[in-house]
């Protein structure tokens, strides 16, 4: 049996600032419970719900999902529809938490591309808790880093373009300040369920130095106590950038 954890046991003085999570393998639970693949994203929705608590009360800043990537356009149409109409049930029915909480919600992706009607919640979502800084909950949604990786070049190419920058003058904080992600520090964690141990195009750029934590779990199985078990793991890890164990000393 895994280990469990609670929030008493984390050090707060190397807790991450930002933790992505790749929220992985909804559809494999629900089948395993002989039910249909939508079950599995309903039962995901209280995992982010326990997850995004347990990161506020563990301190931490920035939480960022990935809850629909630029690949998943092509799983069955019924499955997506009912995934985009989930995303814009529980925007509607977390405002107030969110609100309470003082947690912001913020998005990245190529946001005009959603459904309407889900564009739409996302965006009332986002303008009524902007006010909120006690963490920053930012979805995934239409994301791809090669995407954003291809906006970024473009935006700059304009940049240069129109004399704004000098070629000479671009380097590694350019590149970062014009990836969706420029309002966050990069993850020092990557989360990702499910056994799979990939990071499938997402924040590529941002992970250069990330640790990653992979859970045997499936998403709807990931509760507070396995967030905060990865945490702890974490905080035990060695992060070195490239140095030697002794110059870090
Ligand atoms: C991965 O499982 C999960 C997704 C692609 C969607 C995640 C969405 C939710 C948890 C619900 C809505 C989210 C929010 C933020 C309200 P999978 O379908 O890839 O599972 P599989 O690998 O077993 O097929």
Redesign the pocket.
């Known amino acids: 049996m895994e280990e469990t954890s609670n929030i008493n046991e984390l050090n707060q003085g190397k807790l991450p600032r930002h933790v992505g999570i790749i929220?992985?393998?909804?559809?494999?639970?629900a089948r395993k419970h002989g039910k249909p693949?939508i079950f599995?994203?309903k039962n995901?929705?209280q995992?982010?719900r326990e997850v995004s608590e347990a990161a506020a009360q563990a301190g931490i800043e920035f939480l960022t999902?990935y809850?629909?990537?630029t690949e998943?356009w092509s799983r069955p149409p019924r499955e997506v529809s009912a995934?985009m109409g989930?995303?814009v049930e529980?925007?509607h029915r977390e405002m107030n938490t969110l609100n309470k909480n003082n947690i912001r919600l913020r998005a990245i992706g190529e946001l005009d591309q959603l459904p309407p009607r889900t564009h739409k919640a996302l965006l009332e979502g986002i303008e009524k808790t902007r006010d909120n800084n006690r963490m920053d909950l930012t979805?995934a949604l239409n994301y791809s880093s090669r995407w954003e990786l291809t906006e970024c070049t473009r935006a700059i190419a304009r940049e240069v373009q129109q004399l704004k920058i000098k070629p000479e003058d671009i380097s590694e904080s350019t590149i970062s300040d014009y990836l969706a992600t420029h309002f966050m520090p990069d993850p020092e964690l990557l989360i990702r369920t499910?056994g799979e141990k990939r990071l499938s195009n997402f924040l590529l750029w941002q992970c250069a130095y990330t640790e990653f934590y992979f859970s045997d779990k499936?998403?709807p199985e990931f509760k507070k106590e396995d967030f905060n078990l990865a945490i702890k793991e974490y905080q035990n890890r060695e992060r070195r950038f490239g140095k030697t164990s002794d110059q870090i000393l």
């Open positions: 929220m992985d393998g909804n559809g494999r639970w693949r599995g994203h995901g929705v995992s982010v999902l809850a629909f990537s998943n995934l989930l995303l529980t925007i979805l499910s499936m998403w």
